[in-house]
């Protein structure tokens, strides 16, 4: 079965959806530590959430990157990722869903979330031919994903050295199995159509 363009896959329970980021220790270890964002985080800054783990991986290298050592996975509300989403503007102007050039920019410009779909990535960090969503929060998108909306930060960067390592030992089989078992969202179709979900 084919998997469709545009598609969001994670990590999620009943109430809550599993998104990732990458920091420095500078940024990560207070966070971890208190369970949510603090300084020397900042909140004038678009914030990108991942719910993709192997995207975030391709993204930080493995937690190589300078400024990324440090992979954080963050369980928040699903009712404030959909409000996110519900929010959003594609990074990217679409005929199919936007007046013109003009009204897309204008929406860009006052929208407080951001989401873009890149190709989604393997073990080996190849593109596959289908899409992974990044969401971008400003404002008061993340003034609710730091005071309201995430539940617990989890530091989970031994767990993507372990898997690393594997890859990188050839031992394909291993890695794949420590990988957090992401699965389709059921994203509300009102919020498919604002994020150009294919599926």
Known sequence: MSVPLRQIRARYSADTITV??????QIA???????RFVAPFKRERMTWIKPSFLWMMYRCGWATKEGQERVLAVDLRREGFEWALKRACLSHYVPEL?????????????SPVRVQWDPER????????????QVGLSGPAVA??????VVAIRDVTADVR?????????????AAARLP??????????IAAVVNATG
Do not use: N, T
């Not at 990732?20 to 220790?25: E, G, M, R």
């Not at 609710?144 to 909306?149: C, F, K, L, N, Q």
């Open 20 to 25: 990732y980021q990458a920091y420095s220790p």
């Open 29 to 35: 270890e207070p966070a971890v530590a208190a369970g």
């Open 98 to 110: 936007h007046a013109d050039r003009e009204a897309w920019s204008r929406q860009l410009k006052s």
């Open 122 to 133: 393997s073990l080996r960090l190849a593109a596959l031919p289908y899409r992974s969503l």
């Open 144 to 149: 609710g994903y730091v005071d309201e909306w």
């Open 162 to 174: 372990q898997i690393r390592d594997l890859v990188r030992s050839g031992d394909d089989r291993a």
């Open 181 to 190: 078992v992401e699965q389709v969202y059921p994203l509300p179709e009102p």
